[in-house]
Nanobody, 123 residues
Framework: QVQLVESGGGYVQTGGSLRLSCAASGETKIRYSMAWFRRTPGKERALVASIDLSGDKTYYEDSVRGRFALSRDNSSSTVYLQMTTLKPEDTADYFC????????????????WGQGTQVTVSS
């Protein structure tokens, strides 16, 4: 089992920045690619970004590419999502996820989920 705990969500104005963190614990905690999904009311979780096990490869959904940066520190089993130039449409619950897949990850590929952290961007 792997436990994922997100932090760093909050309230920010348009154009602002936030950094989300996801701390992994449990056995084999650094065996997986990692991803961030987000969910808005009435919609299913949608992939935001993913990073491979080594941290060398990343994937970003079109709407966040160039504004968000995903990184990981395997020594501390932590993944970071740096979000800049935030827009109201980025408002969502953000979920950290562990998977054996990489790239355009399907929600069915997720092995473990965090509990989510809320991001609100005011206009």
């Amino acid at each position: 089992q792997v436990q994922l705990v997100e932090s760093g969500g909050g309230y920010v104005q348009t154009g602002g920045s936030l950094r989300l963190s996801c701390a992994a614990s449990g056995e084999t905690k650094i065996r997986y690619s990692m991803a961030w999904f987000r969910r808005t009311p009435g919609k299913e979780r949608a992939l935001v970004a993913s990073i491979d096990l080594s941290g060398d490869k990343t994937y970003y959904e079109d709407s966040v590419r160039g504004r968000f940066a995903l990184s990981r520190d395997n020594s501390s089993s932590t993944v970071y999502l740096q979000m800049t130039t935030l827009k109201p449409e980025d408002t969502a619950d953000y979920f950290c996820a562990a998977t054996e897949a990489f790239g355009i990850i399907d929600i069915r590929d997720i092995l473990y989920w965090g509990q989510g952290t809320q991001v609100t961007v005011s206009s």
